[in-house]
């Protein structure tokens, strides 16, 4: 990857909005902003197509086919048309959950912190609908469940979700429905925090890290196996998988794995500095520093580009067309990654 980096637009937020509250699909970009407005974004100019008062800009944002959903912090579920951002529906009574997961007309809430169970309710009307199955799941810490589709050999493809408790050595992917479709031993506990776990890769497939130094790679169709063990403790940074180039975070800084000969490369020049944040680019991975840098890394382990911005960033959302989207300290970036170009350097 030979690639610059460059802001294509910024916008201020007016206050800290948490990190979650911000969604991207191919055409819309969404995110809470000065308190009590959700806005939704044209996300390569960032004209304002629509807003919509919520109760606050600390919850979480996801984007389900022509919908978005709002869980704000204090516990209404709201759900607007993404077009045009008309009010569909809004259901309260569902303060800490802040994990949203959507699972075809079902949405998923709850698991996090082991606050509150997975809770369904219907992506149509809001409605809560009844918990079958997975009980033992529900009642615990969860990482984020992540929506799939599962398609086992021989079987047509199905929505499911990923779920993994904080505490248990396993991981389930289960139906709308609540039941459980197939389970797997971990070598240890899912690494949950309270972004994302688990990365997806363009071809569908899951990564996740099982403790502190086993990469774990859930594919659609075999199912769950070991990806890679490091010699090294990992950081609880998602990986980033794309073919067979795995990109991780130890305790040295950064590095870019050839799964095939497993041949490891580490990126000296960013040891001293943390990872707040990564993302996958065309043919590499962006990483957000702690000193406000943001770096590419490609396949060889070579920093392609490099560029610093006024803010850290502490979450990076991949949009489409070379676009990624940043956010922290009050202020929303986005980033225009070509795969041509020579590259400045910092």
């Known amino acids: ?23 991207a699909a191919a055409n819309h970009l969404v995110v809470a902003e000065r308190r009590s407005r959700l806005v939704c974004l044209d996300p390569r100019s960032g004209v304002q197509r629509w807003e919509q008062r919520v109760e606050d800009c600390w919850g979480t944002a996801v984007v389900a086919g022509e919908r978005c959903l709002y869980l704000s912090q204090a516990g209404v579920l709201h759900c607007f048309a993404l077009d045009d ?116 890769g363009s071809d569908g497939r899951v990564t996740f ?58 990126v000296r020049s960013l040891r001293r500095r943390t990872v707040r944040a990564a993302a996958p680019v065309p043919g590499g991975g962006l990483f957000a520093m702690m000193d406000r840098a943001l770096v590419t890394v490609d396949r060889a382990g070579t920093v392609g580009a490099r560029l610093r911005l006024p803010m850290p960033i502490e979450r990076l959302v991949p949009g489409v067309d070379g676009l990624v989207h940043g956010i922290g300290k009050g202020h929303l970036v986005t980033l225009d990654i070509p795969t041509t170009a020579a590259v400045p350097p910092l």
């Not at 698991?111 to 997975?134: N, Q």
């Open 1 to 23: 990857m030979d690639g610059s980096v460059s802001v294509l637009w910024s916008r201020s937020l007016h206050m800290r909005s948490a990190s979650q509250a911000l969604a």
């Open 85 to 200: 951002g008309q009010r569909l529906w809004s259901t309260p009574g569902l303060s800490l959950r802040h994990f949203v997961s959507v699972i075809g007309s079902v949405v998923l809430l709850g698991g996090w912190r082991g606050y509150r169970p997975l809770t369904r309710v219907a992506l149509a009307d809001g409605r809560p609908l009844p918990s079958d199955g997975a009980d033992c799941a529900r009642a615990a810490a969860l990482a984020w469940p992540q929506p799939v589709r599962w398609r086992p050999e021989g079987d047509s493809a199905a929505d499911a979700v990923l779920i993994a408790g904080a505490d248990v050595p396993k991981l389930l992917v289960m139906a709308a429905s609540g039941a459980v479709l197939r389970e797997w031993s971990l070598p240890a506990p899912v690494v949950a925090s309270d972004g994302s776990s688990f990365g997806v």
């Open 209 to 266: 890290l099982s403790g502190r130094r086993t990469v774990m790679v859930f594919d659609p169709v075999s199912g769950v196996h070991v990806l890679w063990h490091h010699e090294r403790d990992l950081h609880p940074v998602t990986p980033i998988l794309d073919g067979e180039t795995l990109w991780l975070v130890d305790d040295t800084g950064t590095a870019a794995i050839d799964l095939s000969p497993g041949v490891v490369t580490e």
